[in-house]
């Protein structure tokens, strides 16, 4: 039996961590990082097991979680320049910044690359699975549609998509926007199997996991994750503006102070 | 209420005609000695000369459809996987529709991926839509990116050679009829540099690339009937640009032309002109090439003709005072 707690541990490290680093400039895609913390968690406690194993952050914006996230190969005062003049730790990493697999900040392209890596993992041999952070905004974006062609046409089993269905684009709600509903159906019907579960449910989330990762799937899978931006802290969650948050000082410590009480075992 | 029955229609398509190329004969060649290399193509293998590749090398080959920003994405993965992909599709479909995604993918963190480009230029008669009159300038525009234009068949294998072997990505024009090959002397197989044809010293004096290499040796060869002597320095590589060889081609003339199978600006006009102005060389440069606007439907000739891009009104422009 697994130890539970350790997921709950690292999704709580790695909102922690996300918040001290973005309380040195006062503003980040802090929303962003609390909303998928508890999908990294387990990805990277449960997924990447070997160095064949990739994850590939689509959204760039996103950067902030996946430096939390990898925040022990780096220099943490380094990581704390994030998002400052001349820092490595740019808002919208480039790839090639430790951790960072590929240039994802002009959205909607990260899932092609990683169908690249896993159709040459395959290749290669078979070995490694590649796991692929995607965004529900990129879904309005046509090449997320050809990479699940592609996906499906070459049934990369080694390729797990992960959709963050958090709702919310630059301006606004994605449903007021353009619609990309209903999500579920629309990947089904591009030949993905699909599982939906609360992407803050740590044990839905491993279970989910496991299953996309069982060798006898035939078929490439999804995993639709609802989330909530900025979950863990109430103040970011009702943000009148989730996308971009800057915020006073004080904030970002009541921020760090609930997290560093929140119980874990 | 109108109701729609599904019904299947058997479309025949018919076997596609294995086409042995110097293009086809590189990569065959390439996939014999380098294991790592593999083909993507974008529909279209038929008409790019990848099918010899893929008949040989079925698990180094996928065609990855019409979907191009897909495609570029893909090639990224798979040459981060350790392997060197050459993707072949049609000029104006590599560079228009994933520019984007090349600049990304690409160039961010170069890659040596091999972008070969068909139909370069006015090679096509669909106007616009198959006419990449702005390649040279979209893909010269990308920091790390080699930009190549050959004129024959011995520079696009060379070409495609030094672009396999490259860590940052290359793009490759690639003309599907064959060329006569260049009057070049003293060639070495690997060589895809700037050289001097035709006489050296000329009276009158050309600068070209591509096709229009070919174009400015037709010129020269009129120029020459009526008793000039006439140089013309060939320039396969646009970026990274051979400034050096430029200017001191440049230096002993009042006035040259440059000759090309793209709009001027941003191409090899532009390139040269920018070379030079710094250097003091009071040359006055007159650009051969495609005007700023979609040429007309039809064949190469007939497209030569209506533009201005024929021999005859390119020897005219050398002669113009």
Redesign the interface.
Known sequence: MRNKSRTRKRANSIRQIAIQVASYSGEAYIGQALGVADILACVFELGIQTENDRFVLSPGHYGLALYAANADSYDFAELCTYGKDGSVFEQSP???IPGV???G??LG?????????????R??GGAGRIFCLISDGELQE??TW??C??IS??KLTNLIVLLDRNGVQVDGRTASILNVEPVAAKFTAFGLDVEEVDGHDLDAIEAALLNAMDPANINPRAIIFNTRLGMGVPEFENASYPHYISAASEVWERALHLLQNEPID | MISLSIYQVNVIVPPAKIIMSAFSDVLLSLGETEDNVVVLAGDLARYVDVLPFAEQFPDRFWNMGMAEANLIGMASGLAKSGYKPIVVTYGVFITRRAFDQVAMSLTTAPKGVVLVGFLPGITCRFRATHQPIDDIALMGSLPSMTVVDPADDRELQNAVRSAVNSSHPTYIRALRDAQPALPVRNENPQDCRSVVLGDKNGDLAFISTGLGTQWALEAAALLRASGHTVSVLHVPVLKPFDRPAIVEFCEPYSQLVTVENHIAHGGLHAAVASAVVSTGIPARILPAAIPDAWPPSGSTDFIRKEIGLTAESIAELALKV
């Open positions: 480039v790839e090639g697999e590929v240039t900040g002009s392209q990260g899932l092609s690359q990683a169908a690249g890596l896993a159709l040459g993992a290749a290669r046509g090449q050809e990479a062609l592609a046409h070459h």
